[in-house]
């Protein structure tokens, strides 16, 4: 896929996987808008940025997703700055069992209004010119965690809504595609979370059992998916024991009213 022209968006981007997914469009020549709540951070990552892939292809804003109304205003200043959008990712999450409202209202509903955001801004039939939407999810969306319940009801959350919206029979009439990734356990600060919970030794037990990915696997898988003719309906899980595997064209039942 050539991304000369192309403009992603990316929620959660000042450090770990977002960081990764903006430098890794940035190097295929893409331009980026990247957004984080973390402005100092996202600042010195932006100014690292411009001076390694030009001036006029990265911004970054400070960005809560949680904020209807802020995440709207930065992502209509992305349209601004660079005439639309053409992938869209919604990347932003925590993980916080104690708050555990933080956790839906920005793992969930910040990514769900992005995609909203997205859907209205690209769909053809609303004068858009089409793009791809790119949910990062987790493996913890597809089975049960005990030790993470409100983060993994985010996840299936999210994982629900991709798949409702990708089995849409009239998607490709709106010239819109959805991808999903789940990765489980990667080596980012989320591994790490500050509040603690009284499954934390079962916590180090599963991640000493099933391992933890590395940043640029993950990374590979995300290029997979935006590098697709047609992502739509697929779905990539990357795990430390069994790699990438990319479930093609799940067979989705289409929505019946």
Not at 39 to 67: A, I, P, R
Not at 172 to 178: D, E, I, K, V
């Amino acid at each position: 896929m050539n991304f000369i022209n192309q403009v992603a968006f990316i929620t959660g981007a000042a450090q770990g996987l977002g960081k990764a997914f903006t430098e890794a469009l940035l190097k295929k020549g893409a331009r980026v808008c990247f957004t984080d709540i973390q402005g100092e951070k996202g600042q010195k990552v932006e100014s690292d940025f411009k001076g390694k892939y030009g001036q006029k292809n990265v911004l970054f804003l400070t960005c809560d997703v949680s904020s209807s109304q802020n995440l709207k205003n930065c992502f209509q200043r992305a349209v601004s700055t660079f005439g639309g959008v053409d992938i869209m990712v919604n990347n932003a999450g925590i993980v916080d069992e104690e708050n555990w409202k933080n956790v839906i209202n920005i793992n969930l509903v910040g990514a769900l209004e992005g995609s909203m955001l997205a859907i209205e801004h690209m769909r053809t039939d609303k004068g858009g010119k089409g793009g791809k939407i790119i949910n990062i999810a987790s493996t913890a969306g597809l089975t049960g965690v005990f030790f993470t319940p409100f983060y993994s009801a985010a996840k299936f959350g999210l994982v629900g809504f991709h798949r409702s919206w990708a089995s849409n029979p009239y998607i490709g009439q709106l010239g819109l595609q959805f991808g999903c990734l789940c990765p489980a356990f990667t080596d980012t600060a989320i591994l790490y979370p500050k509040s603690k919970s009284q499954y934390d030794d079962d916590f180090k037990k599963f991640i000493g059992q099933y391992g933890v990915n590395k940043v640029e696997t993950v990374v590979e898988a995300f290029l997979m998916l935006v590098e697709s003719e047609n992502c739509n309906q697929d779905i990539i899980t990357v795990t430390a024991q069994d790699g990438i595997q990319y479930h093609y064209k799940e067979n989705l039942k289409k929505s019946n009213l």
